[in-house]
């Protein structure tokens, strides 16, 4: 059975940090392409970071409006991604949402909730 499990989302200040984790189990972690999505309300889902195993070195990419400030990183070891986001913006609030995918293997979590606000 094949879980994402979303956590270290929350209530934040503009300018402060939060580290969201991405458990994964029920498939070989290592040869999946991991992802961060979010969706604010009212708006569509939009890819934030991405990174992938190549040929031994590690891809990443990230949207322009996060590039700089957020950086995704992987364990797999531990099955588990994560996405450090730095000098967060109330235009950062969204559900967050964990992806994996393969080929036509395509996994999401159920998303963790992030709030930037005074």
């Known amino acids: 059975q094949v879980q994402l499990v979303e956590s270290g989302g929350g209530l934040v200040q503009p300018g402060g940090s939060l580290r969201l984790s991405c458990a994964a189990s029920?498939?070989?972690?290592?040869?999946?392409?991991m992802s961060w999505y979010r969706q604010a309300p009212g708006k569509e889902r939009e890819l934030v970071a991405t990174?992938?195993?190549?040929?031994?070195?590690?891809?990443?990419n990230y949207a322009a409006s996060v590039k700089g400030r957020f950086t995704i990183s992987r364990d797999n070891a531990k099955s588990t991604v994560y996405l450090q986001m730095n000098s967060l913006q109330p235009e950062d609030t969204a559900m967050y949402y964990c992806n994996a995918r393969r080929y036509n293997y395509d996994y999401w979590g159920q998303g963790t909730q992030v709030t930037v606000s005074s």
């Open positions: 029920g498939f070989t972690f290592s040869s999946y392409g």
């Open positions: 990174i992938l195993n190549v040929g031994g070195i590690t891809n990443t």
